[in-house]
């Protein structure tokens, strides 16, 4: 199994950053994809971004050119610095990873979510 930790989530004003932070831990795994998710009250839950082990990142159109998605492999936890926030960057923000645990199949596992909040 692996566990995802998240931090950072909180209230901001408008314009103002903040930056996510999820480490996975557990026992015999490699990462391969890890991502962010988000999912506002009465919305379906969205990729944000996610990223590849090898450092290939992609976003979703809405957060392009204001956030930025990083990782650091030897200590299995990705970053997302989000700039320029908007109040409808409002949500639950979750993170993501697809792992292999004991050289069995890749299986995904979320954290269990960090709340941001942007005030206009």
């Known amino acids: 199994q692996v566990q995802l930790v998240e931090s950072g989530g909180g209230l901001v004003q408008a314009g103002g950053s903040l930056r996510l932070s999820c480490a996975a831990s557990?026992?015999?795994?490699?990462?391969?994809?890890m991502g962010w998710y988000r999912q506002a009250p009465g919305k379906q839950r969205e990729l944000v971004a996610r990223?590849?082990?090898?450092?290939?990142?992609d976003y979703v159109d809405s957060v392009k050119g204001r956030f930025t998605i990083s990782r650091e492999n030897a200590k299995n936890t990705v970053y997302l610095e989000m700039n320029s926030l908007k109040p409808e960057d409002t949500a639950v923000y979750y993170c993501?990873?697809?792992?292999?645990?004991?050289?069995?199949?890749?299986?995904?596992?979320w954290g269990q979510g960090t709340q941001v909040t942007v005030s206009s």
């Open positions: 993501n990873a697809k792992a292999v645990v004991g050289g069995l199949g890749q299986s995904t596992y």
């Open positions: 557990g026992s015999t795994f490699r990462i391969n994809d």
């Open positions: 990223i590849s082990r090898g450092g290939t990142s």
